[in-house]
């Protein structure tokens, strides 16, 4: 089975570090999304793009966040600088058209010192 | 302003029982509705869909039913196996909204199916 592919699995930092998430889409999925799962909020949309190009990024933090893909296989999510209370799991969904189920990575466990 | 809830953070049943997982919203805009099952360190799974054109989507031991007055869908598991031990969350989207591809979920159930 075609998977979402996350990089790295967990990361541990401290406060004020740069952090790089990437993501690697299902090959053909033309629609890449970055949730942010708490416990208080549950799961969260960050940002999402189509053909490569951002479609909404309203629920990131645009101070500090930035999400961009590069190319087709590749979508980063970074922090600068990082901060405590962005310690939380952070998951890649790709998708195809809308109507279609979004395909879940598992997920970068990323805790801020 | 939670659009999707999921008012019960866990449920526990026995196994060859039926599941019942509830789920409500607020959007009546909302008219693609899904399930995604998620274990530990794992990403969600997608489960099963609805379209709000009906009532109730089958598929093997899972039906997920949709009751657009009341803004209210529900998952059924029959039979209930220990392996559907995970966190179940409710997702709604816009399927007619445009270029509108956002999932909005609910914050999950745990369920948890006793041998």
């Known amino acids: 089975d075609a998977r979402v592919t996350q990089t790295p699995r967990h990361k541990v930092t401290e406060m004020g570090q740069e952090v790089t998430m990437r993501c690697q889409p299902i090959?053909?999925?033309?629609?890449v999304f970055w949730y942010r799962q708490t416990m208080m909020q549950g799961l969260e949309l960050l940002a999402y793009f189509r053909n490569r190009a951002p479609l909404d990024d309203s629920g990131m933090p645009k101070d500090r966040f930035s999400a961009e893909m590069p190319d087709a296989t590749l979508a980063t999510l970074k922090i600068q600088p990082s901060e405590p209370r962005d310690s939380a799991v952070y998951f890649c969904a790709s998708g195809l058209v809308q109507g279609q189920p979004q395909h879940f990575g598992d997920g970068t466990r990323l805790s801020i010192l | 302003d939670q659009q999707v809830k999921q008012n019960s953070p866990s449920l526990s049943v026995q196994e060859g029982r039926i599941s019942i997982l509830n789920c409500d919203y607020t959007n009546s805009m909302f008219d693609y509705f899904l399930w995604y099952k998620k274990y530990p360190a794992e990403g969600p799974t997608f489960l099963i869909s609805?379209?709000?054109?009906?009532d109730k989507n089958e598929d093997g031991r899972f039906t997920v039913f949709l009751n657009k007055s009341a803004k209210h869908l529900s998952l059924h598991i029959v039979p209930s196996q220990p392996g559907d031990s995970a966190v179940y969350f409710c997702a709604a989207s816009f399927l007619s909204g445009g270029s509108n591809y956002k999932l909005t979920f609910g914050k999950g159930t745990l369920l948890t199916v006793n041998p």
């Open positions: 609805i379209s709000s054109i009906k």
């Open positions: 090959l053909g999925h033309n629609t």
